[in-house]
């Protein structure tokens, strides 16, 4: 075979992503049969490694999710410590700390802010009411609605003249006139 047939049956392993192809092709080629050899046994026993360590953790995983079995350990359980553990992490961190620090600030102004600028809202509010123009609105309003309703009788409705009459008649001490059926 000439040199364009072998690399048409090539069995190298393809170049990782950052690999180049060229300096891996070079390699192989610089590498005598024997150290080829050595290699393609080094990988088969790292791969076989691998494939036994894989075994293993499987087995053990099985044997943890059997022992949380038996001490009544579930996966809620698991999720909610994991939740405590991750928040009690973040607040320990000094970002949490100093942004906790920053809001608690913003806040105290933000409501010291809000309380003056409702002291001075109605503190216009009463500058507004005791104007010339508020008071001369307001007396214009309250003619109007004497004007519109009318006032009050003097006498009063019903309840109060009832009231009045019998409050004279008590401290008076004369004896209130009862009506007969005729006279009303």
């Known amino acids: ?3 364009g047939e072998q690399g048409l049956l090539r069995t190298d392993t393809v170049p ?3 690999e180049d192809a060229a300096a891996t092709i070079s390699a192989t080629e610089t590498l005598s049969e024997e150290e080829q050899e050595e290699l393609r046994r080094e990988l088969a026993k790292v791969e076989e490694e691998i494939q036994t360590l894989s075994q293993v953790l499987a087995a053990r995983e099985k044997h943890l999710a059997e022992i949380k079995r038996k001490l009544g350990i579930n ?3 698991e999720l909610k410590q994991n939740i405590a553990k991750g928040w009690q992490d973040v607040t320990a961190t000094s970002a949490y700390k100093k942004t ?4 608690s600030q913003a806040g105290q ?3 010291a802010a809000f309380s003056s600028v409702g ?3 109605t503190k216009k509010l009463e500058d507004v009411k005791n104007s010339p123009t508020f008071k ?6 309250e003619n109007l609605k004497s004007k ?3 006032t009050k009788p003097a006498g009063g409705d019903f309840g109060e003249v009832l009231n009045s009459t019998a409050n004279a008649s008590a401290t008076s001490g004369e004896p209130v006139p009862e009506q007969t059926q005729e006279g009303l």
């Open 136 to 141: 001369s609105f307001e007396e214009k309003v």
């Open 100 to 103: 906790s620090e920053t809001l």
């Open 148 to 150: 519109v309703g009318g």
């Open 16 to 18: 990782e992503e950052a």
């Open 75 to 77: 996966s809620l359980q």
């Open 119 to 121: 002291s001075v809202i």
């Open 1 to 3: 075979m000439d040199r």
């Open 109 to 111: 102004k933000a409501s």
